[in-house]
């Protein structure tokens, strides 16, 4: 589905949309699109539907940020990784277990994180303020 945003608010609040519609159990969103896209803006939507507290900025230099809430949030940023060996060293498989949300940025970079029953996320800029965000893999709510 294509969707069209034309503030950081409109982008959040897809993102909260989101985080409603979400199935039980694991489950992983690949984010996708340049830097200044809107990625983080949409893992702070979804981090604010998934009732999460704490401040959502790019995980840049830790690689994943760990959100408590009603549902755990591990927002990772895989900009730094450039092979699969690199995803075993941060302990990417110990997140395949743990029933919680995984939003990814930088997707592009750790192709091998996934299996494809991934939820895919791809923000392209439009202009200035456009963004035309395609989520596939799930039917919002
Ligand atoms: N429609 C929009 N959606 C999201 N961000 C927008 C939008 N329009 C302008 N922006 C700006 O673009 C930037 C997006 O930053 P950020 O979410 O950190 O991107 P990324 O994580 O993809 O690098 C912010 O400065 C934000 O204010
Ligand atoms: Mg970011």
């Not at 755990?72 to 990417?92: C, K, P, Q, T, V």
Request: net charge negative; proline share 3%; charged share 25%.
């Amino acid at each position: 589905m294509v969707f069209y945003s034309g503030a950081e608010m409109e982008t959040e609040a897809l993102g909260e949309r989101l985080a409603r519609s979400l199935p039980a159990g694991g489950v992983f969103i690949a984010l996708y699109g340049e830097l200044g896209a809107g990625k983080t803006a949409f893992v702070r939507g979804l981090a604010r539907g998934l009732g999460t507290g704490g401040r959502v900025v790019s995980p840049t230099f830790t690689i994943v940020n760990e959100f408590p809430g009603d549902r755990e949030l591990f927002h990772f940023d895989m900009y730094r990784l450039n092979s699969a060996e690199e995803l075993f060293d941060i302990g990417w498989e110990d997140y395949l277990d743990r029933e919680g949300v995984c939003a990814v940025e930088w997707s592009e970079h750790v192709p091998e994180a996934f299996d494809g029953s991934e939820i895919r996320v791809t923000i392209r800029k439009t202009s200035d303020t456009g963004r035309e965000i395609t989520i596939e893999g799930v039917e919002l709510c």
